[in-house]
Each structure stands twice: as structure tokens, then as C-alpha cells.
């Protein structure tokens, strides 16, 4: 079975944040790589690109509006879908989050069940890897 797990990149500079969720992606029998920022994510998709990236927005270094323009540009990630889940809340912040090319944009404070909700969709929408 472990050959048929779908891999999540879970991008988050707050360890608290990024350890709840893995942990629960996890036993959800997802495959759960992390990074603590977009330079850190950039890294390890260029490594092993995975089937959904889960990114927050607001990050060092890198965040994540820019990294997912810099995925779009590339041929070998323009396809990886990605769920922002940050504490940027308002309409244009929103707006800007699903124009760059997020399925979902989940805001801080979130209901786990909520985000494996929207997990499973993306990852159902996309039947093979590409």
C-alpha cells in the first residue's frame, strides 16, 4: 500500500502549526514531508515533487505567494495543486491567494477536519501524478 500513499509537502514556519498538521495527515495514511520555509519547500519539491503542497503565506525567506509562482513557472511543478493555510484572512488577501493558483485558501484558526476535507478533494481531483 505505502507504494499508492499520496505525498503532502507541508510548508509552515510555525513548528507548532506544522507538527499538528503532519501529525494528522500522517494518520490519515498520507506520505508527509516538511519544510520550515519557501526556500526550504522550494528545496525539497525540486527533490521529489509531491501530490499537494499545504503552504502558509506569510513566511521568511520565501513566502508562500511567491512560491507558488515560482511552481507555475515551471513545467515539472506548474501542476502540483496547493492549499494555503495562513492567518492572512481578508478578501483581497484571498482573493490574491486563488489568483496566483491555490485550490484553497484556509485561514488560521482552522478545523482539522475542515483541511482533510479539502485535502481529499484536491487529491481526488488529480487521479494519476503527473
Known sequence: MSDNKRSILVIEDEEGVRDMVSRM????DYEVSEAVDGLDGLRKIDE?????????VMMPNLDGLTLVKALKTHRETKAVPVIFLTAKGDARSMIEGIN??????????????DLLGKVGKVLGDRGHRL
Open 25 to 28: 495527515l500522517t494518520k490519515h
Open 48 to 56: 521529489c515533487p509531491p501530490d499537494l503542497i499545504i503552504a502558509d
Open 100 to 113: 496566483v493558483g491555490a485550490k484553497y485558501y484556509v485561514t488560521k484558526p482552522f478545523q482539522m477536519d
